[in-house]
């Protein structure tokens, strides 16, 4: 009798102890595969940043540069597959556009993506030097992004691309010049 007790008494525990066991490595694997929803907080701000129109190449501090002096003449809107003057690109900023950088040896497939996030006002281009593999920029505030597919890219267009922090956040790329060959300044 003792024996059919002890026999019956690890049959309940032993699948109870198991599926406990397979509970925990359940939630463990979760939490270990889970992530917070992405937001916007690593986004960088910078303030006062001067309008000044400039003829000369401007040597700014961020890169790619957030705002500042610039060329008076802006680009169109649109993707461009060679990288773009910055002081052209900084006039797009003032704008309101949304300027999203690339690094030159992303995948054709990335940049196809890149493309199809790219708002209406706003400009793209290959950068050499990027903190990142993707870039995302407007006047005075700047996200890096860890490739085309990170999903902060729609939030920071849906937070920026209503011009909120540009100088001039009624204008648009719309009109603007196209760079001439290699890039050298519209």
Do not use: K
């Amino acid at each position: 009798m003792v024996a059919a007790v002890l026999v019956l008494a690890v049959a309940v525990v032993v699948p109870v102890v198991l599926l406990a066991d397979d509970d925990e490595g359940e939630r463990a694997r979760d939490a270990a595969t889970s992530q917070a929803p992405p937001d916007l907080s690593e986004v960088v701000t910078y303030d006062d940043l001067p309008t000044t129109h400039v003829t000369e190449p401007v040597d700014y501090e961020q890169v790619p540069p957030v705002g500042g002096p610039h060329y008076g003449a802006w680009l169109d809107c649109g993707a461009y597959d060679e990288p773009v003057p910055s002081e052209n690109a900084v006039h797009d900023l003032e704008h309101g556009a949304v300027w999203i950088t690339y690094a030159p040896d992303l995948s054709d497939d990335d940049v196809a993506a890149l493309e199809a996030a790219l708002p209406q006002n706003g400009i793209m281009s290959p950068y050499d030097g990027l903190p990142s593999p993707v870039v995302v920029t407007v006047w005075g505030a700047q996200l890096a992004l860890t490739g085309a597919d990170d999903p902060r890219l729609p939030l920071f267009v849906e937070e920026y691309d209503d011009g909120v922090t540009a100088p001039e956040p009624t204008a648009s790329c719309a009109g603007g010049l196209t760079p001439g060959p290699e890039g050298q300044p519209a």
